[in-house]
């Protein structure tokens, strides 16, 4: 009885002697961190440049509790050869660690994008403080310092910015892509498969930009604009698609949620047409040794905007117009197709469409697959159909005969 | 001698007034009776301890009339004739020496000695100043009954009778404590408790060698289970119904002369949590408050610890706009957010125990005073961010939230631990003191029951009543670890067909 109390006694002893003498490493207090909402990545001669976006809490916060001091937040850059390294960089250049677990976004330069970016993600990958729950962008035509530099009005946070307008630009207008950290590396894991990153530029001027009377104008010296999706071969950025392209590259790939479009009228002008629900699927087929893709797009529309002479309650206009919705998106698909065939760069994923269908014969194509693919016959075929035509129902131009 | 009456009157009261050590209430009248008035006899009775109204009917009355008027007989024997009055008005019991003149004038009797007669006898006159019946001040509802115990231990246990009217509810007394002479009372209802369980009380309560009980506490102390603990094994409540509706689920209470906190043994962790009112509000409701409640448990306990482990070890948790948030209040803070955590708390319990204390009139300014100035300025002079205020608040109210005060005491120690282990190892540690506490809860014993039935040991049965309330058509059985006699009433829909 006593040996075991004496024995308790002790170990609590223990215990408590363990807890003063660990005592509470690794505890970092709120106001030891920078938290870094944006980090870039360019290329330069000795190495990699990494720029990060740190907030100052004290300028963002909701009440008046800004000072006007300083801007609501602060860009730093360090150059090292690899990542990791010019990360720790950076803490001797602010005065509090640099906590990159809220990242927002990872900006690439469009320099060090052409030049690959297999290597230089890696660092990013794998250390344990980045999420993945952050997009990458590639800066088109200008340095990732530069776009981070920008100051944003309405958004007091630039990289927050960028994390909102992705997601709402991909939900509304349809060429833009979100591209996470995790999906980057499991397609570049996959060597048929090329991977597709939206691209940002600058529009306006930069140095004014980086201001913060840039936030003071209602009109901004300078503006974070998505632009246009970069095509990536072997981790290497080699063409840009175009803002229709885009689209077509979203319509493949099921992304679309919500996007508007026009047509143009039999007799001239244009119809606006708002796309509310598309749906794609790829098929693929092993035909004599020939690999051979079929995508089967459907879409469901309203019209939107009449600029021209229709009558729409008339049923055969109706046909009419699905049936020119269906060849302008043909059109579109069959464009972003043979540009990415001229690449022989595999962005939508046909490979493994015919892998699905036939996996033996894949075996034997799987190697020399961006030949395949460059020569690939795909069929697109496309169903729409017009569903609402608005609160009226024939334009004043119509009507007013 | 050696404590027995002398036929002299005048030394009996001497020695009676010897034991008293000459103390100034004690009365002694004379009265002279007899013919001629030439026998003298005396009541001697302590001042505060009887009721006048009583000794003036009883007593005075008696010897100063009728015994007069019979004492003009020549056979006047005035042992008799005073016994046969005393019965006419009321009943008096023999006593001859001097220790139990001693006990029944300090129980509120009257002693009446004769000059020349070596017995004296002794009449209840139990009186003294009595609260009134009124309503419970530490747990009242918003509907029920408003009737609360009171410091008599007559008063309370005609309380339970009136409550529970079956001859099967058996009351044992004792006397415990040498010299406060308390008397306590066990209560069970025959067939409904386990006769083990009556048992084991009633041989802790023999066991009890002390010179003073004051109050239950004292008794809780000295009967509960001995472990190491701070939470509490055996339940109190001061009011009528809540014993009542004990008793009937097989439990056992333990009143207490002096106080009116009635104790009821063996106690459940979850009985902590339930309030009268939930059987007296409708169950959908009960079952909403008492899920409140739990919360509130889990808000008290861990809701410094989280905010503590969460900003400093695992900001990647919170979401970004918080984390802003949070870290644009403590910029400028001069400490550490466990130190901040602390600080708080002990203000926050320091204010509480003046708040007790304080005369009534003083007692509202200082709370609000108190909460929000000391607050509002620790935050404005830059010694706390406002994040932590808001924690604290919250904390504190919530704790109130729980029915009992000693589970919320007990919460408010483990919260305090659960701080260090979150300031030193973050989530890890506040996970590990979880650990820790449910492990010992579970390991606590009431009276031989465990502690955490029924979901400790885990009863399907008896969650019906745990943390949902349901309609008492489905409560129609007593917990099983508690009680012998499980059936409870049978009960067909009360829908008219």
Redesign the interface.
């Given at each position: 009885m006593r040996q075991r109390r004496l024995r308790r006694g002790f170990l609590l002893v223990i215990f408590i002697a363990a807890?003063f003498v660990?005592?509470?490493w690794?505890?970092?207090?709120?106001?030891e961190?920078s938290?870094a909402?944006g980090m870039g990545l360019d290329l330069s001669e000795s190495g990699i440049e990494v720029t990060a976006q740190v907030?100052n809490?004290?300028e963002?916060?909701?009440r008046g509790?800004s000072t006007g001091y300083s801007t609501p937040v602060t860009t730093l850059s360090a150059i090292d050869k690899t990542t990791f390294e010019a990360l720790r960089k950076l803490n001797t250049l602010a005065p509090r660690k640099i906590?990159t677990?809220?990242l927002?976004v990872l900006v690439i330069g469009e320099r060090l994008a052409r030049h690959g970016l297999n290597d230089v993600l890696d660092g990013v990958s794998r250390d344990r403080?980045f999420?993945s729950d952050f997009y990458l962008i590639v800066a088109k035509g200008t340095t990732a310092k530069n776009v981070l530099s920008i100051l944003t009005p309405m958004e007091k946070?630039p990289a927050?910015k960028m994390f909102i307008t992705l997601g709402q630009s991909h939900k509304y207008w349809a060429p833009t892509v979100k591209v996470q950290l995790d999906d980057f590396m499991s397609d570049e894991a996959n060597p048929v498969k090329s991977m597709v990153l939206t691209g940002l530029e600058v529009v306006g001027n930069s140095e004014k930009g980086r201001t913060k009377r840039n936030e003071s104008r209602s009109t901004p010296y300078a503006l974070l604009n998505y632009s246009g999706v970069g095509l990536f071969k072997g981790g290497k950025l080699v063409d840009w698609l175009g803002e229709e392209e885009s689209k077509g590259y979203n319509y493949i790939m099921d992304n679309v949620y919500n996007t508007a479009g026009h047509i143009s009228c039999p007799g001239g002008k244009e119809l606006g047409v708002e796309v509310i629900r598309a749906k794609a699927t790829k098929k693929g087929k092993v035909e004599g040794g020939r690999p051979e893709i079929t995508v089967r797009l459907f879409v469901e529309e309203n019209i939107s905007e009449v600029r021209c002479k229709i009558d729409l309650t008339k049923q055969q206009n109706i046909v009419l117009l699905e049936q020119l919705g269906e060849d302008k998106l043909e059109g579109i698909l069959m464009s972003v197709i043979r540009k990415a065939q001229a690449n022989k760069a595999d962005i939508f994923g046909f490979g493994e469409a015919v892998e699905d269908a036939n996996p033996r014969a894949w075996k034997a194509m799987e190697d020399k697959w961006p030949e395949y693919f460059a020569k690939l016959d795909v069929k697109v075929e496309v169903d729409v159909q017009i569903r609402k035509l608005g609160t009226t129902s024939n334009s004043i131009l119509e009507r007013g005969e | 001698m050696n404590g027995s009456l002398d036929s002299r009157l005048d030394e009996n009261i001497a020695a009676v007034k010897n034991e008293f050590g000459s103390s100034k209430d004690l009365a002694t009248e004379m009265v002279s009776v007899g013919p001629g008035q030439l026998v003298r006899v005396s009541l001697i009775y302590m001042r505060g301890l009887i009721d006048a109204a009583s000794l003036q009917d009883r007593i005075r009355t008696p010897l100063l009339t009728s015994v007069r008027v019979k004492s003009d007989d020549r056979d006047f024997d005035p042992v008799t004739i005073v016994r046969s009055e005393l019965e006419a008005a009321g009943g008096w019991s023999r006593i001859d020496c001097i220790p139990d003149i001693s006990q029944a004038i300090l129980s509120g009797m009257t002693v009446i000695i004769i000059d020349g007669v070596t017995e004296g006898m002794a009449v209840d006159t139990k009186g003294g100043q009595e609260r009134a019946v009124e309503e419970p001040s530490t747990q009242s509802v918003v509907r029920g009954p408003r009737e609360g115990f009171t410091e008599s231990a007559a008063t309370n246990l005609a309380l339970i009778r009136k409550r529970i009217k079956t001859p099967d509810l058996r009351v044992e007394s004792r006397v415990i404590g040498t010299l406060t002479r308390t008397s306590v009372d066990l209560l069970f209802i025959q067939g409904i408790a386990k006769a083990a369980v009556v048992e084991e009380i009633r041989s802790r309560l023999n066991r009890i060698k002390i010179d003073g009980i004051l109050e239950s506490g004292n008794i809780e102390e000295l009967i509960q289970d001995n472990t190491v603990t701070v939470f509490p094994t055996i339940y109190n409540s001061e009011r009528p119904d809540v014993v009542a509706a004990g008793l009937l689920e097989g439990r056992v209470a333990i009143l207490i002369d002096g106080t009116p906190f009635v104790l009821l043994a063996p106690a459940l962790f979850v009985q902590f949590f339930q309030s009268a009112e939930d059987y007296y509000q409708r169950a959908d409701f009960a079952s909403l408050i008492r899920i409140l409640r739990y919360i509130c448990f889990f808000i008290s306990l861990l809701a410094p610890s989280f905010y503590v482990a969460i900003t400093t070890f695992h900001q990647e948790l919170i979401p970004s706009p918080l984390l802003l948030s949070l870290a644009a209040q403590r910029e400028g803070i001069p400490f550490p957010a466990f130190l901040e955590a602390a600080v708080m708390e002990i203000i926050f319990e320091i204010l509480r125990e003046a708040g007790v204390r304080l005369p009534k009139t003083v007692g509202q300014a200082v709370s609000i005073v108190g909460a929000l100035v000391i607050g509002q300025a620790a935050v404005e002079a830059g010694l706390v961010s406002p994040g932590m205020v808001i924690v604290v608040s919250i904390t504190a109210i919530a704790n109130f939230v729980i029915p009992a005060f000693n589970m919320g005491i007990s919460i408010r120690i483990i919260r305090f631990l659960l701080m260090m282990c979150a300031a030193a190892f973050g989530l890890f540690g506040v996970t590990i003191g979880l650990i820790a506490m449910v492990q010992h809860l579970c390991s606590l014993r009431s009276m031989g029951v465990p502690y955490m039935s029924p979901m400790g040991p885990f009863n399907l049965d008896d969650q019906k009543d745990t943390i949902l309330r349901l309609p008492l058509s489905k409560l129609l059985a007593r917990p099983r670890f508690i009680s012998a006699n499980r059936i409870r009433g049978h009960h067909d829909s009360p829908r008219p067909k």
């Open positions: 807890l660990s005592g509470c690794d505890r970092r207090e709120l106001n961190l938290i909402v907030v809490p004290g963002v916060v909701a509790g906590y677990s809220h927002r403080e999420r946070i927050n | -």
